[in-house]
């Protein structure tokens, strides 16, 4: 390995190979998307997804949405 790559990641403190980062976005700062989740509480590949994708409306008498399991008023 090339010390030039090597990098601590942010969270763990491990060491690790930039190149080889697991870490989607943050490659030079985590060193995988564990990491990544744990230090920001997200990961960036997950808030894009949440952003980009269009907001679905719930299903009416579909349980699994959170609405559904709130009590009739």
């Not at 763990?12 to 995988?32: E, I």
């Not at 719930?58 to 709130?70: E, N, T």
């Amino acid at each position: 390995m090339d010390s030039v790559n090597i990098r601590v990641c942010s969270h763990c403190g491990m060491r690790y190979d930039w190149r080889r980062s697991a870490s989607g976005s943050l490659k030079m700062t985590y060193c995988g998307s564990l990491c990544e989740r744990a230090g920001l509480g997200f990961t960036i590949e997950a808030l894009l997804t949440e952003l980009l994708l269009p907001a679905v409306a719930p299903v009416p008498g579909d349980v699994s949405s959170p609405s559904a399991l709130a009590p009739a008023a």
